[in-house]
C-alpha cells in the first residue's frame, strides 16, 4: 500500500469515528432540548390561551370586567380577538420558546444549542476528512449526500438562531431528524470511499450538488414551519370559538410562535431558496449536456426535480393569490416537500436512470438534485 493510499484511508477512518462522535452529541444535545421542554411544561405557558378564550367569550357576554373607583364604576371591555384579519392573521403573540418562562428550562435549553454546535463541528469535520479521503467533493454517493445534509441543515439552523429568528423550537425535531438520518447513514448507506465515474469529474459537480444540498436544508426548515404552523392554527381556531383544548396540546402549542408568524416564516424562507432551486436544475441540464452530450432527457430524477420546482412555483403563487392563503398554500407546501424527498429517497433507491451508479441507489449521485 502508497503512502497516499494509506493516508486516505486513516482520514476515511478519522470521518467515521468524527461522524460517530457527532452522533453521540447530537444525542445529549437531543436529551438536553427534551429536559428544556419538559421544565417548560411546569411553567404558566396558557397565558395567550386564556385571553384568547376570554375574548371568546367576550363576544356573547358583553362587558365583563366592572371596576369600582371613587365616586362611581368604570367598566373595562373584554380584549376582542380577531378570528380572520384582513391579511389573515390573528392578533395573538409568539409563544415564549420550549422553556416556557421557566430559568431551568431555558439553561438546558441553551445546553442544548452549545451541544448542537459542537456536534455540528464534530459533523463538518467528518464530512470535511471524508472529501480528503477521496480527494474529491463528498457527494459520490447516497451516504455522503446523508452526512453532508444533515450538517446543512443544522447549520441552517444555527443561522437563524444567529441572526436573531425565533427558531429554537426547532431544536428538539431537527436533533431527532438529524439522528435518524445519521442513523440510516451509517447502517444501510454507508459505502467505501472510491472515486467517481469519469463523466462526474466537473467543476459542475460542485456548483450543482452544493445548491442542491443547500435548498434541501432549506426547505426542510420551511416544511417543518409549515407543519407547526397547521397545529398552532386549528389550536387557534378552537380557541378563538370558545373551546377548550387538552392540557398536553395548551403546553405544546402556546409555547411555539402564533400561526400566523410560523406562515410568514415558512413562506419567507421557501421563496429565498426557490430562486436557488431553479439554478440548481438549470445547472444540472448545463452539466448534462456537458456529460452526456443532451440538456434533458426526463430521466427520473430530472422528472422529480422538476416536478419538485412545479409544486414549489404552485405554493408561491398560491401565497399571492386569494382564497389560497393559509392552511390550502400549507397542504401544497407539504406536497411540494413531499415530492423532494421522494426524490431523495424513492427515486435513487427504488428507480433506476442515468443518475445511479451502484446498486439499489447506494452509488447515486445525487439526493435531490438534478
Given at each position: 500500500?502508497?503512502?497516499?493510499?494509506?493516508t486516505?484511508?486513516?482520514?476515511?477512518?478519522?470521518?467515521n469515528?468524527?461522524?460517530?462522535?457527532?452522533m453521540?452529541?447530537y444525542?445529549?444535545?437531543?436529551?438536553a432540548?427534551?429536559?428544556?421542554?419538559?421544565?417548560g411544561?411546569?411553567?404558566?405557558v396558557?397565558?395567550?390561551?386564556?385571553?384568547?378564550?376570554?375574548?371568546?367569550?367576550?363576544?356573547?357576554?358583553?362587558p365583563?370586567?366592572?371596576?369600582?373607583r371613587?365616586?362611581?364604576?368604570?367598566?373595562?371591555?373584554r380584549?376582542k380577538?380577531?378570528?380572520r384579519?384582513?391579511?389573515?392573521?390573528?392578533?395573538?403573540?409568539?409563544g415564549?420558546?420550549?422553556?416556557?418562562?421557566?430559568?431551568k428550562?431555558?439553561?438546558?435549553?441553551?445546553?442544548a444549542?452549545?451541544?448542537?454546535?459542537?456536534?455540528?463541528?464534530?459533523?463538518?469535520?467528518?464530512?470535511?476528512?471524508?472529501?480528503?479521503?477521496?480527494e474529491?467533493?463528498?457527494?459520490?454517493?447516497?451516504?455522503e449526500?446523508?452526512?453532508?445534509?444533515?450538517?446543512?441543515?443544522?447549520g441552517?439552523?444555527?443561522?437563524l438562531?444567529?441572526?436573531?429568528?425565533?427558531?429554537?423550537?426547532?431544536?428538539?425535531?431537527?436533533?431527532?431528524?438529524?439522528?435518524?438520518?445519521?442513523?440510516l447513514?451509517?447502517?444501510?448507506?454507508?459505502?467505501?470511499?472510491?472515486?467517481?465515474?469519469?463523466a462526474?469529474?466537473?467543476?459542475?459537480?460542485?456548483?450543482?450538488?452544493?445548491?442542491?444540498?443547500?435548498?434541501?436544508?432549506?426547505?426542510?426548515?420551511g416544511?417543518?414551519?409549515?407543519?407547526?404552523?397547521?397545529?398552532?392554527?386549528?389550536?387557534?381556531?378552537?380557541?378563538?370559538?370558545?373551546?377548550?383544548?387538552?392540557?398536553?396540546?395548551?403546553?405544546?402549542?402556546?409555547?411555539?410562535?402564533?400561526?400566523a408568524?410560523?406562515?410568514?416564516?415558512?413562506?419567507?424562507?421557501?421563496?429565498?431558496?426557490?430562486?436557488?432551486?431553479?439554478?440548481?436544475?438549470?445547472?444540472?441540464?448545463?452539466?448534462?449536456?456537458?456529460?452526456?452530450?443532451?440538456?434533458?432527457?426526463?430521466?427520473?430524477k430530472?422528472?422529480?426535480?422538476?416536478?419538485?420546482?412545479?409544486?414549489?412555483?404552485?405554493?408561491?403563487?398560491?401565497?399571492?393569490?386569494?382564497?389560497?392563503?393559509?392552511?390550502?398554500?400549507?397542504?401544497?407546501?407539504?406536497?411540494?416537500?413531499?415530492?423532494?424527498?421522494?426524490?431523495?429517497?424513492?427515486?435513487?433507491i427504488?428507480?433506476?436512470?442515468k443518475?445511479?451508479?451502484?446498486?439499489?441507489g447506494?452509488?447515486?449521485?445525487?439526493?435531490v438534485?438534478?
Open positions: 500500500m502508497t503512502l497516499a493510499a494509506a486516505n484511508e486513516s482520514l476515511a477512518e478519522i470521518s469515528v468524527l461522524i460517530y462522535s457527532a453521540a452529541v444525542t445529549l444535545a437531543f436529551f432540548y427534551i429536559v428544556e421542554w419538559l421544565l411544561s411546569r411553567s404558566k396558557a397565558r395567550t390561551a386564556a385571553a384568547l378564550t376570554s375574548g371568546a367569550a367576550a363576544k356573547t357576554a358583553g365583563a370586567v366592572t371596576v369600582k371613587a365616586g362611581g364604576t368604570a367598566v373595562l371591555e380584549p380577538v380577531v378570528v384579519a384582513a391579511t389573515g392573521s390573528r392578533d395573538v403573540p409568539d415564549p420558546g420550549a422553556h416556557g418562562g421557566d430559568e428550562g431555558d439553561l438546558y435549553g441553551r445546553i444549542i452549545s451541544l448542537t454546535v459542537l456536534a455540528f463541528a464534530l459533523a463538518f469535520g467528518g464530512v470535511l476528512t471524508r472529501a480528503l479521503s477521496v474529491r467533493a463528498p457527494w459520490g454517493n447516497m451516504y449526500f446523508n452526512i453532508t445534509f444533515s450538517t446543512t441543515a443544522v441552517v439552523y444555527l443561522l438562531l444567529a441572526l436573531k429568528k425565533n427558531v429554537r423550537w426547532l431544536g428538539l425535531f431537527l436533533t431527532t431528524s438529524v439522528l435518524l438520518d445519521l442513523g447513514a451509517v447502517t444501510v448507506l454507508y459505502t467505501e470511499s472510491d472515486q467517481l465515474v469519469p462526474l469529474h466537473s467543476y459542475w459537480l460542485y456548483i450543482h450538488v452544493s445548491t442542491a444540498i443547500l435548498c434541501g436544508a432549506v426547505f426542510y426548515v416544511a417543518f414551519a409549515t407543519l407547526m404552523y397547521l397545529f398552532k392554527d386549528s389550536y387557534e381556531n378552537k380557541l378563538a370559538g370558545g373551546g377548550k383544548p387538552g392540557s398536553f396540546a395548551t403546553s405544546f402549542l402556546e409555547r411555539l410562535p402564533a400561526a408568524s410560523l406562515d410568514k416564516f415558512a413562506y419567507r424562507v421557501n421563496a429565498a431558496v426557490f430562486p436557488l432551486w431553479t439554478f440548481t436544475i438549470i445547472a444540472g441540464a448545463i452539466w448534462a449536456g456537458d456529460a452526456w452530450g443532451r440538456y434533458w432527457g426526463w430521466d427520473p430530472e422528472t422529480w426535480s422538476f416536478i419538485t420546482w412545479v409544486a414549489y412555483a404552485g405554493y408561491l403563487h398560491a401565497r399571492a393569490t386569494a382564497g389560497w392563503k393559509g392552511r390550502k398554500a400549507a397542504y401544497l407546501a407539504l406536497a411540494a416537500f413531499g415530492c423532494w424527498l421522494f426524490n431523495y429517497y424513492g427515486v435513487n427504488f428507480v433506476s436512470g443518475h445511479s451508479y451502484a446498486d439499489v447506494l452509488g447515486a449521485l445525487h439526493a438534485g438534478f
